[in-house]
C-alpha cells in the first residue's frame, strides 16, 4: 500500500471526521470533528489511504515515487463542495445591479420582466459553444478558490430544449476539466415566458415533456423555486412528489423572500436539502430537523442577502441550536450572487448569520457534502475518500474566515492530483 502523495507536518489537518458518519454534522457536533496538530494524510491515486499524527506516518510507505508535500505552518483540509449553483447562464445582469443600488427590489425586477427572464433570453441567444466556454470559466474561477466537487443546476432555458441543452453543457464541462460536478434540474426556476401567469401549466410541461428524459443517475436532483412570482407551495409540492416518484431527489429554494412553508413541505417530501431559509423561523428548522431525523441539509447563502441589500439574513445560529444541519453555498448565478468566491460566503455567514469559524468549516465540506449526496465521497479526510485536499495558506482554522474575501488556497489536489494554478 505505498503512499503515491504525501501531506505531512501538517500545522493542522481537519480531517471533519465526526463520531455518527450516518447523517450531517448537526448541534455541537458541527464544530467538534476531529482535528490533528502536526498532521499527515497520505493517498494512493485518487484516494486517501491514511490520516493521522506524524509521529504514527508509516515511513516504510514513503517510496522514491511518493510526492511528497511539506505543510509545515500551514492548515490542511477537505477540498471544498460547493452545492448551489447556476453555472450555465448567458450575459450578465451588471445593469440591473445598478437599478437595485437605486433602490429597486429583486421581486419588482423580476415583475417587470427583467431578472431571471433577461438572463433566459441572453440564455437562449447563446451559441452552445459560448455556454461551454463560459462554465469552463467559472469551474476554473471555483477550482481556484478549492473547490473540488461542486453542484450545477440548469434553469435559464425555461423550455424544454433549452433546459436539455443546459444540462447536456454542464455535463460536457464537467467532462473536460477535473472538479466534480453534480448536476440538477431547475427548469422549474419561474414560468417560462411562454406560460407568464400560468405556473401550473408549465410545471405539468415540465413534468410530461422533461423529467421522463432525465436519467438519475446523469442527473440526481430536481429543484424547484418555491416563492411569490414564482411558484406556490401546493404547486411545487406537485411536482417534486412527481419527480420523486420518478426516481429523483429533490431539493428547494424557498424561505428566501418570504415564510411561505416551502422548507418543511419539501422537508416532510424527504429533500436532501432546503436552500436559502432567510425567512425560515427557528421553530420552522426544529420541524425539519425533527422531520427529516436530522437528513436535511438547509443550505445558507449568505452573499445573496447582501448582494440583494437585503436586512433578513437566515438565523444560522439559532438553526444549529434548533438541530438543523448547515451548509454553506455562494449560490453563484448572474442575479442574485456573481461570486464564486465561498470563502467569503463562509465569512459573511459567521458575520451575520453567527456561525463559528469551525461551524462554517463543516458547512462547506462535510454537510455541504450531504446536501448533493456526496457524502461517501468528498467533504471529510478519511481513509477511502477521494484525494480532494487543500493546502492554505493560514496556520490556523480560526484565520479563515478573518482575513475577509482573501483566498487562503495555496495548492488544491483533486483526486490525488496536485493541480497546477
Ligand atoms: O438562487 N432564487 C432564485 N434563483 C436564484 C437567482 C436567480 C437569478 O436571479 O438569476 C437564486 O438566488
Ligand atoms: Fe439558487
Known amino acids: 500500500m505505498s503512499y503515491t502523495l504525501l501531506v505531512r507536518h501538517c500545522n493542522h489537518l481537519l480531517t471533519m471526521a465526526g463520531p455518527d458518519a450516518s447523517r450531517p454534522l448537526a448541534g455541537p457536533a458541527l464544530r467538534e470533528w476531529r482535528s490533528i496538530p502536526d ?31 511539506e505543510a509545515r505552518g500551514r492548515v490542511v483540509m477537505p477540498g471544498l463542495v460547493e452545492c448551489h449553483t447556476h453555472l450555465v447562464f448567458g450575459g450578465n445582469r451588471a445593469a440591473e445591479f445598478q437599478r437595485k443600488l437605486q433602490g429597486e427590489s429583486y421581486l419588482d425586477i423580476l415583475a417587470s420582466g427583467g431578472g431571471i427572464l433577461s438572463t433566459v433570453h441572453a440564455t437562449r441567444a447563446a451559441s452552445d459553444a459560448e455556454l461551454l466556454a463560459n462554465a469552463l470559466h467559472h469551474l476554473a474561477g471555483f477550482r481556484h478558490y478549492g473547490v473540488t466537487t461542486l453542484e450545477a443546476k440548469s434553469g435559464y432555458g425555461l423550455d424544454a430544449a433549452t433546459e436539455l ?17 453534480v448536476s440538477t434540474f431547475l427548469g422549474a426556476h419561474v414560468p417560462g415566458p411562454e406560460y407568464r401567469g400560468r405556473p401550473a401549466e408549465y410545471l405539468a410541461m415540465l413534468a410530461a415533456e422533461v423529467l421522463p428524459q432525465l436519467q438519475p443517475e446523469q442527473t440526481p436532483y430536481v429543484d424547484i423555486f418555491c416563492e411569490q412570482g414564482a411558484f406556490s407551495v401546493e404547486e411545487s409540492r406537485r411536482y417534486l ?25 419539501a422537508a416532510a417530501l424527504g429533500a436532501v436539502s432546503v436552500d436559502h431559509c432567510d425567512y425560515l423561523t427557528p421553530a420552522g428548522a426544529a420541524r425539519i430537523a425533527a422531520l427529516s431525523g436530522g437528513r436535511t441539509v438547509g443550505v445558507l447563502l449568505p452573499l445573496v442577502p447582501l448582494f440583494l441589500r437585503q436586512e433578513q439574513y437566515a438565523p444560522g445560529r439559532q438553526f444549529i441550536e434548533a438541530g438543523l444541519p448547515v451548509a454553506i453555498s455562494t449560490d453563484f448565478n448572474p442575479g442574485s ?38 457524502q461517501q465521497e ?21 484565520e479563515i474566515p478573518y482575513w475577509l474575501g482573501e483566498n487562503p488556497v495555496r495548492q488544491v489536489i483533486i483526486g490525488g492530483v496536485l493541480q497546477q494554478s
Open 337 to 374: 450572487c456573481p461570486s464564486k468566491n465561498l470563502w467569503l460566503a463562509l465569512s459573511v455567514a459567521c458575520l451575520k448569520m453567527g456561525l463559528t469559524p469551525h461551524e462554517a468549516l463543516a458547512a462547506v465540506t462535510r454537510n455541504a457534502a450531504w446536501a448533493i449526496g456526496q
Open 241 to 265: 412528489l412527481r419527480a420523486r416518484e420518478l426516481g429523483f431527489g429533490l431539493k428547494i429554494h424557498a424561505e428566501q423572500l418570504h415564510d411561505l412553508g416551502g422548507c418543511e413541505m
Open 378 to 398: 468528498c467533504g471529510s479526510l478519511e481513509p477511502g475518500k477521494r484525494a480532494d485536499i487543500l493546502v492554505l495558506d493560514v496556520p490556523t482554522p480560526e
Open 165 to 181: 441543452r443546459l444540462l447536456r453543457i454542464a455535463q460536457q464541462a464537467a467532462a473536460l476539466q477535473p472538479a466534480r460536478v
Open 39 to 69: 498532521g499527515y494524510v497520505a493517498c494512493r491515486h485518487n484516494r486517501i489511504v491514511a490520516v493521522g499524527p506524524m509521529t504514527e506516518l508509516d515511513e516504510a510507505q514513503i517510496t522514491p515515487e511518493t510526492e511528497v508535500l
